[in-house]
Structures are given as structure tokens and as C-alpha cells.
């Protein structure tokens, strides 16, 4: 079992356990961080809360998630990763699924992940036949700054290893979370301007600030 500790920060697998302190610290930080969450007035981590709820939990399940614990703070959670096995057929799986989704937020974003997903062809670009897929990496807004969330990703490529995956990927909409994967080793293979991402109406469907301009398919082979 993966568990580190550093600084008084301890950072170990996931359980269901932890998943009530998970989507509140999601609630907390990540939705009201990331940059296409950001650039919408819509309540985002309300939107297929179940469907959300029943995938995050299947990823869980599997031993590939991290949370990370402040030891010195009455062990409260200040960091996690969702992350989980992704295999060739999730491809077309994830097109059909997006196409049924309701058009809120979540139903564009999901759409344009399936598209990104799509166009880089991880699957016959690496010649592999599943992936890591780190979905969700979020911090506590009083830890950032403190490298805690390359130390997530840092333990996460160890898991992917231990556990047999050739690639470990991330999606990366923040100009920022892109930058982090790069120093890490993580290589951009596609990307998609926000600004030629557009509706019928020839309008960008995502309009985050500045300098958040793409999104970005991130790789590293493990």
C-alpha cells in the first residue's frame, strides 16, 4: 500500500471512507478553482451528482485514487487525486455518453473531453491496451504553493506502476495543472484551443481567463 509521509502531510490510497471529506473538499476547491468551472454561473458540482457520485466511488474501488492527510491538523484531508483504468472501448463509451447528457455545464464539458479524448488517440498513439487516467487533482487552498500537488502526481505515477499501467494521462484544462505535469516529466500529445471550440453559432463554448487558452492531453509513459 502507497503511503508517504512529508512535512507532516500524509498522502495514501483513497477509500470510500474518505469520499463524504472528498466531494467537500471538491466542493470547496476544486470546482470553485478550475477554470471552466470558474467561467460558468452554474452550480457545476450539483449537476449528475449521482452519475458523478457512482464514478468517482468505481475508481475507489480500484486502489487508484490518493488522499492527502495534515497529520498536525486533527488529520484533516488537504489534497486528493481521482484517478482510474481506462481502456480502448471507454472511447466510443464516453462519445455516446456525453451525447445523452443533459446540455448544462457538465453535459458540454463531457463533450468536449470526448472530443480531446477522441483526437488524441492515446490507445494506437502508445500501442497499449489500458491507461492510468488521473481525472480530478485538486489541493486545499492553504496548502497550495507547497508543491503538494506534484507530490499527488509524483505518488500517483508510482501507483500506476505497482499496478501494471504503461501510460498514466491527465486532462489538463488549467494552464497551470499542465505546467505542474510537465515538471514532472508529462508530455503534451494533443491540444484544443478553448477559442476554436465553438457552438453553431460560431461562439466559444468555454470563455475561462487568461492564461488559460487550451486544454491540454498530458502523458508520460511509467
Known amino acids: ?40 454561473d452554474e ?21 487508484t485514487c490518493l488522499v492527502a492527510i495534515d497529520e498536525s491538523n486533527g488529520g484533516r484531508l488537504v489534497g486528493l487525486v481521482l484517478a482510474g483504468a481506462q481502456y480502448p472501448d471507454d472511447v466510443e463509451k ?18 468536449f473531453l470526448s472530443k480531446i479524448e477522441r483526437e488524441a488517440n492515446l490507445f494506437e498513439r502508445f500501442g497499449i491496451s489500458k491507461l492510468l487516467y ?8 492553504s496548502m497550495r504553493g507547497k508543491a503538494l500537488g506534484s507530490r499527488l502526481a509524483g505518488t500517483l505515477m508510482e501507483v500506476g506502476r505497482s499496478k ?13 495543472s499542465a505546467r505542474q505535469k ?18 453553431d453559432q460560431g461562439r466559444p463554448i468555454f470563455t475561462p481567463a487568461e492564461p488559460h487558452t487550451m486544454a491540454r492531453v498530458m502523458a508520460i509513459k511509467l
Open 164 to 176: 501494471g499501467f504503461p501510460v498514466m494521462v491527465a486532462y489538463c484544462t488549467s494552464f497551470y
Open 1 to 40: 500500500m502507497v503511503s508517504s509521509t512529508k512535512d507532516g502531510i500524509t498522502i495514501r490510497i483513497m477509500t470510500k471512507e474518505d469520499y463524504p471529506s472528498v466531494k467537500a473538499l471538491m466542493k470547496d476547491s476544486f470546482f470553485h478553482s478550475e477554470p471552466l468551472c470558474q467561467s460558468t
Open 43 to 63: 452550480e457545476v458540482e450539483s449537476q449528475n451528482e449521482k452519475e458523478n457520485d457512482e464514478y468517482h466511488l468505481s475508481m475507489i474501488s480500484q486502489g
Open 94 to 111: 464516453h462519445r455516446i455518453e456525453a451525447e445523452a447528457l443533459e446540455q448544462n455545464f457538465w453535459g458540454r464539458l463531457s463533450k
Open 182 to 199: 510537465e515538471a514532472l516529466g508529462m508530455k503534451c500529445v494533443h491540444s484544443l484551443s478553448y477559442a476554436d471550440y465553438k457552438d
Open 134 to 141: 488521473s481525472h480530478i487533482t485538486t489541493v486545499d487552498v
